[in-house]
């Protein structure tokens, strides 16, 4: 039922920002409870929450990227969205976007998209 689709360029210039766009199908984004989270893989590496937007449209960042993270969104579309800021070739990952059940449903990632990889190259 709830779908999450990621969407955006597939290479990006180092000192460019990367803008991903996550459009949402089933549920709604301002429904209450739910934050609308960015996690990343770089190849050979483990999982890295971003940030997330909650129903509200509220941010939350990782410390180690809140200065060059902005997550927004637009609710006429059902879409939200991820730009960083001044890439270099370690933000090349596959970046995902996922729901959180939120604080009153003790959070996780219940429902993601199928990842869109980002390449910068050197």
């Known amino acids: 039922q709830v779908q999450l689709q990621e969407s955006g360029p597939g290479l990006v210039l180092a000192s460019q920002t990367l803008s991903l766009t996550c459009t949402v199908s089933g549920t709604s984004i301002t429904t209450s409870s739910y934050y609308w989270s960015w996690i990343r893989q770089p190849p050979g590496k483990g999982l890295e929450w971003m940030g997330a937007?909650?129903?509200?449209?509220?941010?939350y960042y990782s410390p180690s990227l809140k200065s060059r993270t902005s997550i927004s969104r637009d609710t006429s579309k059902n879409q939200f969205t991820l730009q960083l800021s001044s890439v270099t070739p370690e933000d090349t990952a596959v970046y995902y976007c996922?729901?959180?059940?939120?604080?009153?449903?003790?959070?996780?990632?219940?429902?993601w998209g199928k990842g869109t990889l980002v390449t910068v190259p050197s």
């Open positions: 996922a729901r959180d059940r939120g604080r009153d449903n003790n959070y996780g990632l219940d429902y």
């Open positions: 937007i909650d129903y509200g449209g509220g941010p």
